[in-house]
Structure formats: structure tokens, C-alpha cells
């Protein structure tokens, strides 16, 4: 069982490391309670999108995380110390994500002004 988002941007949230409100870190703004109903305003996030993923990026934690996953998607705590991953690092690589789906959202289509998505609670 998991939490998804979905609207303009589709994923399903890192089980036990990725918060409902990860959206909220790269600029979205809650708007009803319930599920979290967001909206990304392109104008006044995208900068911070790419320099929120920079930062992510600059911590070595995508990395380590993709070298973890690169034959399968499954970890425990020996998986984790063999590959040098934290949980912060796990967390960091859902949230990077997440972000990633934004910039890319953004990027490829260029007219729109803003995304939207619902978050699970």
C-alpha cells in the first residue's frame, strides 16, 4: 500500500522516508485539507526548483541512492551500509524526485504557468 500524488505531475511517495508535504520544499502551496491539493507557480519556483535540486545534488545522496538501486529497488540496512546510504540520503533521493518531476513538468511545457498535483495524506 502507498501514497501517490497526481495531477499535472504523477508519482507515488517513497514508503517510511518521503513526507505527504515533500511538494512544499520545492514551492508548492497547500491549498484544501483532505489530500493536499498543491499548485507550483512557474514564476515564483522554478529558480528555486533548480537550485533546491543543486543543493540535493551537491550532497552526493542521488548518487549513492541510484549506485544502491542500480540492479534492483529494494534496501534494508545491510543494502544501506554497504552502499553508504543513509536514510537521510533515501529521503533526500525521494524528495530529488519529486523536484525533478517539476523542473521536467516546467520544461516541457513551456505555456504553462503553473502545475498542480494532490498529495495522499
Known amino acids: 500500500m502507498g501514497?501517490?500524488?497526481n495531477g499535472d505531475i504523477d508519482g507515488k511517495f517513497m514508503?517510511?522516508?518521503q513526507s505527504s508535504d515533500a511538494g512544499e520544499r520545492f514551492g508548492?502551496?497547500?491549498q484544501e485539507s483532505g489530500y493536499i491539493d498543491y499548485v507550483?507557480?512557474?514564476e515564483?519556483?522554478?529558480k528555486a526548483?533548480?537550485?533546491e535540486l543543486k543543493e540535493?545534488?551537491?550532497t552526493g545522496a542521488v548518487d549513492r541512492v541510484n549506485k544502491m538501486f542500480?540492479?534492483?529497488w529494494l534496501w534494508n540496512d545491510e543494502k544501506m551500509k554497504k552502499f553508504g546510504v543513509s536514510n537521510q540520503d533515501i529521503s533526500e533521493y525521494a524528495d530529488h524526485r519529486m523536484g525533478k518531476q517539476m523542473k521536467d513538468y516546467f520544461d516541457n511545457n513551456p505555456d504553462e504557468s503553473e502545475l498542480y498535483f494532490t498529495a495522499e495524506i
Open 49 to 51: 526548483i533548480v537550485e
Open 56 to 58: 540535493i545534488e551537491e
Open 15 to 17: 514508503f517510511a522516508v
Open 3 to 5: 501514497r501517490y500524488y
Open 70 to 72: 542500480k540492479d534492483d
Open 40 to 42: 507550483v507557480y512557474k
Open 44 to 46: 515564483d519556483s522554478y
Open 28 to 30: 508548492a502551496i497547500e
